[in-house]
């Protein structure tokens, strides 16, 4: 049984202007140990689809419909009593800005032990040396001087030391990355990409690393999730994204990334600007930016489609090839 | 052969450039933040001059003083051969040089707009002899980096970050600039529409022959756009070379770390790639180590680098760097 079984998730934004459909039929699973990947841009709807699992969403937001299941227990709907077990315990998720996720007023050793006592049986002296392990663990110099510091003492890596310290200080299950690295400078960001990677082999937790950079994910998943105006386009190991991508968007989103081969030649950018979620067209989300739009792409969204077995992608070009190539036969339409 | 003459020669040539900040420590006593020390080099006509380095290393104030920004503490900027010193140097030096800057949400005035904020430049220099006149300009911009017409009218807010990008671009081309310092023009911009933005900036520099200083922390973007690159840290500039120089062989330890740092979007690469994983965090510039700035993380470190900073040499043509021991470890 997999660990997380998120099934046609639907989460929405209920604002004055309308609903904003965020997330819109969201299906994946996730295995103990592997670490997934989900990349899309801003407004793509991929930490919304963390804040649903996590169940952690602005007071406008709503989960519509869909199913998700931790280690076979069903979670919407299940209760706030249910997820405060869930939430730190089974699940941690550390936030993008180190800066903002700390509170400046206590110490980092009052914080790293409140999320200790509150979730585990420990008392007030277990859990001081379980934070202080926690820091070592994490290649915190000095961690007892450390627990008396407060943040504005802390550098952005250290900070995020500490977040990852912390989300990781009751074992969970799964750790949710929201753009874990995106406000530190390179050193720094490979720095704590190494270290989660090898606290990920250490403790065998799965990862949701959730990203825009697509370098991250090349260095850090076994699978990924590429997601457009709160759908899946593609998902698949990350060999088949990279080197094998199926979907229109993902084709683009990698041309559009400047390497050593595109040195003084032209980028291939995606045309166009990213779709207004209030407006959402009928078809595919991303036909209207798209170079290889056909009609029905207009009209109709694409189903997944199996590419292979460690592979799925929703485009119509999937389809428009395997009729050419004859692996998909249309059936004859049936005459009365 | 003259045409090459006149691309070598420098359009903009910097002299060992410092900007120190005040500090206030309190009790009347104060201590200078070294955010620019000693910095030289120079940018030939419509060449692209790449400046990486970590937050805080001092590159957002090297594009800020070069425009005089900030009045330099030391140092000289020559714009085409000529010292910028007076006030009407300066003056005259803005209708040839001109910044993009790094948010397109902050540095657009919410109250005017887009015709408005594209003519502010035309407005201070007094650019136009007629309502008409200023009006085409504007057009005509906003024609140029991809703006629709339509749009004049129309506030900042109501336009998305590549749109509002492409604002600042216009505004920043509206004096007829042969030099632009691009601080951070993509890095708030999402991966596709980044790639459309970079691209106008190519298209821009062979239409208009534009000099760019472009100052990035993105080491892919910079690359895919300067001819020449330079590395900076706490407010030095350690290696300086041509783009593949730096990328393909990077003399200074720090550039090499840099460099094997950036996650490449390639996973078997990823996998193969030893990186050199930096140990600690930048020093704050208010408490700079002695001699060579990177001597604490540098795993090169030897007596002579806490003693004395590194001359800034060219170890072979077109390639300097500021290290003692580079014979030893390349």
């Known amino acids: ?336 | 052969m003259s045409e090459a003459n006149i691309n070598d020669r420098p359009l903009i040539e910097i002299k060992n450039l410092k900007q120190y900040f005040n500090i206030n420590m309190g009790m009347f006593r104060s201590k200078p933040l070294k955010a620019v020390d000693d910095v030289s080099f120079t940018i030939n006509k419509k060449e692209t001059l790449g400046l990486v380095g970590e937050s805080g290393c001092g590159k957002t104030t090297v594009g800020r003083t070069i425009l005089h920004l900030y009045k330099p503490t030391a140092g000289e900027v020559f714009y085409d051969g000529r010292l910028i010193k007076t006030k009407a140097d300066i003056k005259e030096f803005r209708k040839k040089a001109t910044m993009v800057f790094q948010d397109p949400y902050s540095s657009l005035n919410p109250r005017m707009t887009v015709s408005d904020i594209i003519g502010e430049p035309l407005d201070i220099h007094r650019m136009y002899s007629g309502k008409k006149e200023r009006e085409e300009k504007i057009l005509e911009l906003m024609g140029r980096v991809g703006l629709n017409s339509e749009h004049a009218s129309r506030y900042a807010h109501e336009f998305s970050g590549g749109q509002r990008q492409r604002i600042g671009i216009a505004r920043a081309l509206a004096v007829n600039p042969d030099f632009i310092v691009c601080d951070e023009p993509v890095s708030a911009l999402d991966v596709s529409i980044q790639a459309q933005v970079i691209n106008m900036f190519d298209e821009l520099q062979e239409m208009l022959g534009l000099t760019y200083l472009f100052i990035a922390h993105d080491l892919l973007v910079v690359r895919h756009i300067s001819d020449r690159i330079a590395v900076m840290y706490l407010g030095k500039i350690v290696e300086l070379a041509s783009a593949d120089e730096v990328y393909g062989r990077p003399l200074h330890p720090y550039s090499k770390s840099l460099i094997s740092a950036v996650p490449v979007p390639d996973p078997k690469k990823a996998r193969a790639n030893e990186r050199i994983i930096l140990k600690g965090d930048i020093p704050s510039p208010l408490n700079a180590p002695s001699g060579c700035p990177f001597r604490t993380r540098c795993q090169y470190a030897a007596e002579q680098c806490a003693q004395s900073m590194p001359d800034f040499k060219e170890i072979e043509k077109g390639h300097f760097v500021a290290c003692h021991r580079v014979e030893q470890i390349n």
Not at chain 1, 97 to 103: C, K, R, V, W
Not at chain 1, 173 to 182: C, Q, R
């Open chain 1, 1 to 336: 049984m997999a660990l997380l079984e998120v099934k046609d998730l639907h989460t929405s934004f209920f604002t004055d202007a309308g609903e904003v459909r965020a997330v819109n039929g969201v299906s994946f699973t996730l295995d103990r140990g592997r670490v997934l990947g989900i990349v899309g841009e801003s407004g793509s709807g991929k930490s919304v689809t963390a804040y649903s699992i996590m169940q952690i969403l602005a007071s406008t937001g709503k989960i519509v419909s869909g199913s998700v299941k931790f280690d076979g227990e069903e979670l919407v709907g299940a209760g706030e009593k249910v997820m405060k077990n869930i939430r730190g315990n089974k699940i941690s998720i550390i936030f993008q800005d180190p800066m903002t996720s700390l509170n400046p007023t206590y110490t980092i050793g009052k914080q790293l032990m409140e999320a200790i006592l509150l979730h585990t049986d420990r008392n007030k002296k277990e859990a001081y040396d379980r934070a202080v392990d926690m820091l070592r663990l994490v290649n915190v110099n000095e961690p007892e001087k450390r627990m008396k510091q407060y943040p504005f003492e802390f550098s952005g890596g250290m900070r995020q030391r500490v977040m990852i310290a912390m989300a990781l200080a009751c074992e969970p299950d799964i750790l949710i990355a929201d753009e874990p690295s995106t406000a530190l400078d390179v050193t720094i960001q490979a720095q704590i990409l190494d270290l989660m990677r090898d606290l990920q082999k250490e403790l065998g937790m799965a990862i949701i690393m959730i990203t825009h950079d697509l370098g991250v994910v090349a260095q850090m998943c076994d699978e990924v999730i590429v997601m457009y105006a709160g759908s899946i386009c593609e998902q698949g190991t990350a060999d088949e994204i990279f080197y094998n991508p199926r979907h229109e968007y993902t084709k683009g989103l990698l041309n559009s990334i400047p390497t050593a081969d595109t040195a003084g030649k032209k980028l291939q950018p995606i045309t166009g600007t990213p779709i207004d979620l209030l407006n959402m067209p009928a078809g595919c989300p991303f036909a209207p930016r798209c170079g290889a739009a056909m009609k029905i792409c207009l009209e109709q969204r694409a189903e997944r489609m199996q590419i292979n077995d460690d592979h799925m992608a929703g485009c119509w070009m999937n389809v428009k090839r395997g009729i050419e190539d004859g692996s998909i036969v249309l059936s004859e339409p049936e005459n009365e």
